[in-house]
């Protein structure tokens, strides 16, 4: 495997669509209380996980693509297109 100088690599597109993200408890007896204005800031596919990283003190994007909707449709499209030989669309 040859692998080019570092200088000459370039990531040209990175987007993450999750589609499900969810919280288990390991133990079955035990319970779980969330902050419901919280996880309603985030979009349903990801909101348990983005959570989980405030809480944690990160900070989460609240532009994520979901489980539907146009900007996940537009990921999917883009990979479709790149996958069958046309130019890897990159927006702004």
Same mark, same amino acid.
């Given at each position: 495997?040859?692998?080019?100088?570092?200088?000459?690599?370039?990531?040209?597109?990175?987007? #993450? *669509?999750?589609?499900?993200? /969810?919280?288990?408890?390991?133990?079955?007896?035990?319970?779980?209380? !969330? %902050? +419901?204005?919280? &996880?309603?800031?985030?979009?349903?596919?990801?909101?348990? #996980? *983005?959570?989980?990283?405030? /809480?944690?003190?990160?900070?989460?994007?609240?532009?994520?693509?979901? !489980? %539907? +909707?146009?900007? &996940?449709?537009?990921?999917?499209?883009?990979?479709?297109?790149?996958?069958?030989?046309?130019?890897?669309?990159?927006?702004?």
């Amino acid at each position: 495997m040859v692998v080019p100088p570092r200088k000459c690599r370039k990531r040209t597109r990175a987007r #993450l *669509a999750t589609t499900k993200a /969810r919280l288990d408890l390991l133990d079955p007896s035990a319970t779980l209380k !969330l %902050d +419901g204005e919280l &996880l309603a800031r985030y979009p349903e596919g990801y909101c348990h #996980l *983005a959570y989980a990283l405030v /809480r944690a003190g990160r900070k989460v994007r609240t532009d994520m693509p979901g !489980l %539907d +909707g146009p900007a &996940l449709d537009a990921v999917y499209a883009r990979g479709a297109a790149w996958l069958a030989g046309k130019p890897l669309q990159i927006d702004a």
